[in-house]
């Protein structure tokens, strides 16, 4: 089937550390990736995407390389900011699927501090 | 901001009671899709809906139906409640067209089942 693995939150930072999130999946097909972020008290906003393997999903600074060998999306930004605390999301959609199903991890509760 | 719209935003109900939530689409969508995600949890699939039709739905039982209606906005009801209902319930809503249209999700409603 269908699955998601993040690594176990909450992660902890300092402004402008180094973030890496860790993100796996299993998949019956070809999936698509994604990574979600929802901030305090709002629903899911798209972070990024990649639907093929070696494609680099990337957006305000987050990047995320699709890696079919090691089944893995991780996230990684270079630099976080406080504005940047939130729960991050890994997803995976079946590309072979019409209904556009998604599969979420447990999610990773990111917090910087200045 | 997406075009997305839930109501309510909180509700709280006593067990063996029954629940509506509605969902208003994000302008030209005509899919919707709604997702339960419990404290802690990633969101869980529980159907989806495509011109006024139940197009796939999770593994969740009879008691959670659904309703889309001519202007595409939908309704989730929950039957006999219980309190591992308790949860965020999120309304995402697309084109058709799977993986390669992105879903917008609302805010959601926060149900507390006592």
């Known amino acids: 089937g269908n699955s998601v693995t993040q690594m176990e939150g909450p992660v902890t930072l300092s402004e402008e550390a180094f973030l890496t999130i860790n993100c796996t999946y299993t998949?019956?097909?070809?999936?698509?990736l994604f990574w979600y972020v929802q901030y305090p008290g709002e629903g899911l906003q798209l972070l990024l995407k990649?639907?093929?393997?070696?494609d680099k999903g990337s957006n305000k600074g987050f990047e995320a390389t699709y890696r079919k060998e090691t089944t893995s999306f991780h996230l990684e930004k270079g630099s976080v900011q406080v504005s940047d605390s939130a729960v991050y999301f890994c997803a995976l959609a079946d590309r072979g699927s019409t209904l556009g199903r998604l599969y979420f991890g447990r999610g990773t509760q990111l917090t910087v501090w200045p | 901001e997406t075009g997305v719209t839930q109501s309510p935003t909180h509700l709280i109900k006593t067990r063996g009671q029954q629940v509506t939530l509605r969902c208003s689409s994000q302008s030209g969508h005509n899919t919707v899709s709604w997702y339960q995600q419990a404290l802690g949890q990633g969101p869980q699939f529980i159907f989806q809906?495509?011109?006024?039709?139940?197009?796939g739905r999770g593994n969740f039982p009879p008691r959670f139906s659904g309703l889309q209606f001519p202007n595409y906005s939908s309704e989730l009801n929950v039957n006999a409640l219980e309190l591992d209902d308790s949860a965020l319930y999120l309304c995402?809503?697309?084109?058709?067209?799977?993986?390669?249209?992105?879903?917008?999700f609302g805010q959601g409603t926060r149900l507390t089942v006592v």
């Open positions: 809906y495509y011109r006024e039709e139940e197009n």
């Open positions: 995402a809503s697309s084109q058709p067209g799977g993986v390669n249209t992105e879903a917008f």
């Open positions: 998949a019956t097909g070809y999936p698509s």
């Open positions: 990649a639907t093929k393997a070696d």
